[in-house]
């Protein structure tokens, strides 16, 4: 749930963001998910997935429907209560929740040095992994209409969104400190400040009970050194949903996630669910704050990690292109390894880099809470005023439904118009 953004103290939501001792982060629990060695993470949400399971009986229906009234069979409006209330650009925002920790520490490291460079890397590594426990759902989020904006502040950033294509599905981001003026400062370094920026597109990969995507594109952390900008990538890996037929209802990544910092030569192949079958060719067949505490000597239970379903594995070399998923018992003392589970710990070189105990993520916050100044602050075209999205929040699907399917015929009479002035050029 967003907060307001009105009289936001940093430091207050730091001392709920870094859990203190003997405190347990159930963020999992709060999204309906529990976890399982063998399984990864099992949805207990009954009652959504007999909703989702329902959706055959539904299409059938359109479809008959459309036969009958001359419609294509393309235009199909998928049923409000399957959904969440939330489109998918607030589904990609939560991803940045940790950024303000692990990118400012990274920030703050002086990377002229061998030793620094390696160390940000890592920083950004240990980001690039954290990213995965936030992007976990089960509601399907709304389908952005082109154009469609989010905004919304986190920590002390602000992010900017943008829908950018419809067919393929591309949304942009931007994340960035709210004081412009830092942008410009030579002080960055000292003051920890970053930016992220990007482009993710939606491929979606479906089997007969499975269902998944690949947010495909890079996303990129970039720095203000003194001697000129720093950039680093990130490649995600692929989500995976089981059981959408029979069986439990699970969630996993699998395949390899990637960060390429071309500029020093470093990079990263990390391999969800390594012990997978893996084939050549196919992937996916289918400050204050920021102290010593993060860098941790030892991680628990370091012989049981490898033997549990939300396991990766991966290596730090100079090397772009080790295929460790393939190549992984080939590669012998390799210059850094990472390790872990995704569900809770990040080991690189046996240094635990987080836990999911020690922090939470910092929360999305409208930008005024005022609702007048917010409306007036936020953009026409903000995902929150969405009319579907509004009712469907308030409870009433029936009303949600009908406003959907009126911006789904909005949006194909607009691709209408945009294909013939195209055709015209």
Known sequence: MEESDEEYEYGAECEEVFL?????????????????????????????????????????????????????LTQISLPVKIFDSRSFLEKIALFFQAAPILCELAARVDASTEEGKIRRFKLIVAFAVSIRQYAIQMRKPFNPILGETYQARIGNYELCME??????????????????????????????????????????????????????????????????????????????ITGLMYGERTFNFYDTLYVKDP??????????????????????????????????????????????????????????????????????????????????????????????????????????????KSKQFLMPSDCRFREDLIYLKRGDEDTAQKWKEVLEEIQRGDRSLREKARKQL
């Not at 960035?176 to 003026?181: G, I, P, S």
């Not at 390894?337 to 080991?347: A, C, D, H, M, S």
Request: overall charge neutral; some cysteine; proline content about 5%.
């Open 163 to 240: 829908q950018v294509s419809h067919h393929p599905p591309i949304s942009r981001y931007h994340l960035y400190h709210k004081d412009e003026a830092f942008h410009k400062s030579k002080q960055l370094q000292k003051k920890g400040l970053f930016q992220i920026y990007g482009s993710l597109e939606y491929r979606p990969v479906i089997w007969a009970n499975t269902a998944g995507g690949h947010g495909y594109g890079p996303m990129t952390v970039e720095f203000q050194d003194f001697n000129g900008l720093h950039k680093i990538e990130i490649w995600s890996p692929i989500t995976e």
């Open 263 to 372: 500029s020093n030569s470093l990079y990263a192949e990390i391999v969800f669910q390594p012990n997978r079958n893996y084939s050549e060719g196919v992937t996916a067949k289918v400050g204050k704050y920021l102290s010593s505490w993060f860098i941790k000597s030892n991680a628990k239970e370091l012989d049981s990690i490898e033997k549990r379903a939300d396991y990766f594995e991966g290596v730090i070399t100079k090397d772009p292109e080790v295929n460790y998923k393939l190549m992984r018992n080939t590669i012998s003392n390799p210059p850094h390894k990472i390790r872990g589970n995704w569900t809770e710990q990040l080991l690189i070189d046996d240094e635990l880099y987080w836990h999911v105990d020690d922090f939470q993520g910092f929360q999305l916050r409208i930008p005024n809470q005022n609702p007048v």
């Open 20 to 72: 203190k001792q003997e405190r347990t982060n159930y963020y999992f629990e709060a999204n309906d998910f529990r976890k399982d060695d063998k399984l990864c993470l099992i949805y207990t949400n009954q009652v959504l997935m007999d909703k989702q399971k329902g959706i055959l009986t539904h299409l059938i229906k359109q479809m008959n429907q459309n036969l009958m009234h001359s419609k294509p």
